[in-house]
Nanobody, 115 residues
Framework: QVQLVESGGGMVQPGGSLRLSCVAS????????MRWYRRAPGKEREWVAE????????GYSDAVKGRFTISRDNTKNTVYLQMNSLNPEDTAVYYC????????WGQGTQVTVSS
């Protein structure tokens, strides 16, 4: 059974940083790309970032490019999202995602950026 468990969310002031983690289990983690999505209040869920199976390739939405960094540690079955220069528009629930023939989502972790 595939499980994705996010952690690391919280409340931070504008300009601050957070690091999200997503621990995966139940599938061959190193064989699949991993993604982060987010859903802001009153908005549709949006793609944030993706990392390739080996971690050699990354992609980012325009909204976070240059501020967020996705990475993974295949020895720990974990994908990370380092978020810097946070602003109130980054307030959202952040979800970890993968696709192995079926879609798999974590439960989400809340990030709130507020002064």
């Amino acid at each position: 059974q595939v499980q994705l468990v996010e952690s690391g969310g919280g409340m931070v002031q504008p300009g601050g940083s957070l690091r999200l983690s997503c621990v995966a289990s139940g599938f061959a983690f190193s064989g699949y790309p991993m993604r982060w999505y987010r859903r802001a209040p009153g908005k549709e869920r949006e793609w944030v970032a993706e990392v390739t199976e080996t971690g050699a390739g990354e992609g980012y939405s325009d909204a976070v490019k240059g501020r967020f960094t996705i990475s993974r540690d295949n020895t720990k079955n974990t994908v990370y999202l380092q978020m810097n220069s946070l602003n109130p528009e980054d307030t959202a629930v952040y979800y970890c995602y993968t696709f192995d023939g079926n879609e798999h989502w974590g439960q989400g972790t809340q990030v709130t950026v507020s002064s």
